[in-house]
């Protein structure tokens, strides 16, 4: 059954709306897990626009199953990781005007940046995934960088609304993630990942880890975060 990371960077959002302390991202974390989920995903930003610091140092502090950091691949940033040891290193494009992470890393176009940023945190000891275009390109260059896992990019497929449109989309994610696995990467994939576009994905045997904020948190504020993670993984099952 492949696994389930809960991305609770919205629940620092609404936090950060009043500049208080509640709904504490912490809390959010225990209740996840108790729920099922496999693990605990955060991206901290580098204008801190959700989750801080202070909430990285304590959840690696709290946490039972697996802290997946998502960072920009960038020296700053590794230093941090460098200093909490997450599970995982999941890097990621980041612009300052973006809503949410737009598009995957261009691993092939940026090489040698990358390269540098994956084995720093690697001789740290911290595993590396890098966030991709479901595209064997971006697959082949992540595994010239040493990759320990990707991400494949699932944002273009949640996008479109029509099934027929859509199988395009599920064919590229699944010849990269056969291609991710031949090679001997980890596959996990994620964006835009909802309770009625998961199931298609769940075909695709490579595929190890789902990771999903945005609809199990909107459903959580609806049903209860408990209810929320307990859904979805029912899906996986
Ligand atoms: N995976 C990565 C690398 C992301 O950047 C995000 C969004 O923060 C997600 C998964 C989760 O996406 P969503 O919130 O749309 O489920």
Redesign the pocket.
């Given at each position: 059954m492949p696994r389930l990371?809960v991305?609770i960077?919205?629940v620092a959002t609404l936090r950060q709306a009043r500049g208080g302390t509640d709904p504490d991202p912490l809390a959010a974390a225990l209740l996840v897990e108790l729920a099922g989920a496999d693990g605990i995903?955060v991206?901290l930003r580098e204008d801190r626009r959700h989750i801080q610091d202070r909430d990285l140092r304590l959840l690696r502090d709290i946490l039972h199953t697996k802290l997946d950091l998502?960072m920009a691949a960038d020296e700053t940033m590794a230093k941090i990781a460098l200093a909490i040891k997450p599970d995982l290193v999941?890097l990621?494009p980041e612009q300052r005007q973006e809503l949410?992470?737009e598009g995957g890393l261009d691993v092939a176009g940026h090489r040698d940046r990358i390269q540098k940023i994956v084995s720093l945190l690697q001789e740290g000891g911290i595993p590396v995934s890098l966030?991709i275009e479901p595209d064997l390109a971006q697959v082949k260059a992540s595994h010239r960088v040493s990759a320990d896992f990707v991400?494949l990019?699932?944002?273009r497929y949640?996008n479109m609304r029509r099934s027929k449109e859509a199988d395009g989309e599920v064919e590229a994610i699944t010849q990269a993630a056969k291609l991710s696995h031949k090679l001997g990467m980890g596959v996990?994939?994620?964006?835009?990942?909802?309770y009625r576009n998961l199931t298609r994905l769940t075909h695709i045997p490579e595929i190890a880890e789902y990771?999903?904020?945005?609809?199990?948190?909107a459903r959580a504020v609806l049903v209860g975060l408990d209810q929320a993670v307990r859904e979805m993984k029912a899906l996986l099952s």
């Open positions: 990371g991305n960077d919205h995903v991206h998502e999941t990621v949410t992470t966030f991400e990019h699932t944002g949640a996990n994939a994620g964006h835009g990942l909802d990771n999903i904020g945005h609809s199990i948190i």
